[in-house]
């Protein structure tokens, strides 16, 4: 079967590379989305294992459409019925980029309506509708005049892992915190160190990451499982047959923030998923010294709308100041949605990667701390 994993724009490379180590074939690198061939087993490896996925879906059909009618008559014709039953309860959410078809609630509405049609013609009822936790999830997508219908295999976002039950304003995505760390290349072989950690998301998934933690839960309720031709055997034999690509047995991860109330949240979470060695303590980066003599600092600094301009890049500057001084021999990674204020950190980056985080326009810049210059 064709599959498609979602993500966040700037991600679908090493979501690619996630497809590719869990056996996907035939991958095509999309707009914040990567597709990919498999079976039930790579669909169900897909929503357990990648940690830059956002929603697993399996289209089941793509055509062209010119009108309202030609949609629901296209829809109408699907054989509902051999998908889900009518005990259960289903849920339409369109997305639409078309000059043509402008409301994608609209366009969820025809398809619903088409739906709930086809069970009345063949069973003389219908399906409930809900939207909050329906039990079989259809997305709708029209691009220019082209519709694709795909059933939403995940349910929840991936992106909620349910460690996170403290937070702090802002915090980070959790697919994009993953998403980062692929990015940098940081595998656990040297320590990890977040200044500015908030409520841990960055730890969390290093953590996870490094000891080879899968990051969700094997008893997560997926939409899959609500799907007539679901396999709880194949899905236990996905969990066992499970072979982390990097497993270290104590990874050295340490967060700080200048917040009581976030290193209370860090430590919160990080219980959660019993992360054991993993330091938070509370520390104002600008007045400290490093916590190892080399490692990977990584930071997502406040982009800080309410500060002015000056206040921010100021801010900004500070951080370049202590790199500078401080974290000679480290690699560190700063993400921002604050573009101007990221350049004043005042070092040249080896990478710079542009990303959507939802929709704000940030950057990650990645940069090797060398002593003098890189020549020497």
Not at 157 to 184: C, D, F, I, Q, W
Not at 284 to 289: G, I, L, P, R, T
Request: aromatic letters at 10%; a positive charge.
């Amino acid at each position: 079967m064709r599959i498609i994993a979602k993500t966040f724009q700037g991600l679908e490379e090493v979501l690619e590379q996630e497809v590719g180590n869990l056996g996907g074939s035939k991958i095509q690198r999309l707009t914040r989305a990567v597709a990919f061939d498999g079976s039930r087993f790579t669909l169900y490896a897909a929503n357990l294992f990648l940690r830059t996925a956002l929603r697993i879906v399996v289209p089941i059909l793509e055509t062209q459409v010119c009108d309202e009618e030609e949609i629901y008559r296209a829809v109408y014709d699907i054989d509902w019925p051999s998908y889900f039953n009518l005990s259960q309860t289903f849920a339409v959410f369109g997305n639409t980029s078309s000059s043509r078809f402008t409301h994608s609630k609209y366009i969820a509405l025809k398809v619903k309506d088409a739906i709930a049609d086809r069970f009345r013609s063949e069973m003389g009822s219908r399906p409930n509708v809900s939207t909050i936790t329906p039990d079989f999830r259809i997305d709708v997508h029209i691009r220019h005049d082209m519709m694709t219908i795909s059933l939403d295999s995940s349910g929840d976002s991936l992106h909620m892992r349910g460690y996170r039950k403290s937070t702090v304003p802002a915090p980070l995505n959790e697919v994009m915190a993953a998403g980062l760390l692929l990015h940098s290349g940081w595998n656990g072989e040297i320590p990890f160190y977040d200044p500015m950690c908030g409520s841990g998301t960055l730890l969390t998934e290093a953590w996870l990451l490094a000891s080879g933690i899968m990051p969700q839960r094997e008893d997560r309720h997926f939409s899959f499982k609500n799907w007539k031709d679901f396999d709880p055997a194949l899905y236990k034999r996905v969990i066992r047959e499970y072979k982390p690509i990097v497993k270290i047995q104590s990874p050295a991860v340490i967060g700080s923030d200048i917040s009581s109330k976030a290193v209370e949240a860090s430590l919160a979470n990080l219980k959660i998923i019993n992360a054991i060695g993993v330091e938070v303590i509370k520390k104002d980066f600008f007045n400290s010294s490093r916590p190892f003599e080399t490692g990977f600092l990584m930071v997502n600094p406040p982009y800080d709308k309410r500060l002015k301009e000056n206040d921010i890049n100021q801010f900004y500057s500070k951080i370049g100041d202590v790199l500078k001084k401080e974290y000679t021999g480290w690699k560190a990674g700063i993400f921002s949605g604050n573009e101007q204020a990221i350049k004043q950190i005042g070092l040249k980056p080896s990478r710079r990667i542009s990303l959507m985080n939802g929709p704000i326009p940030s950057k990650f810049f990645i940069f090797d701390l060398y002593e003098g210059n890189k020549k020497s």
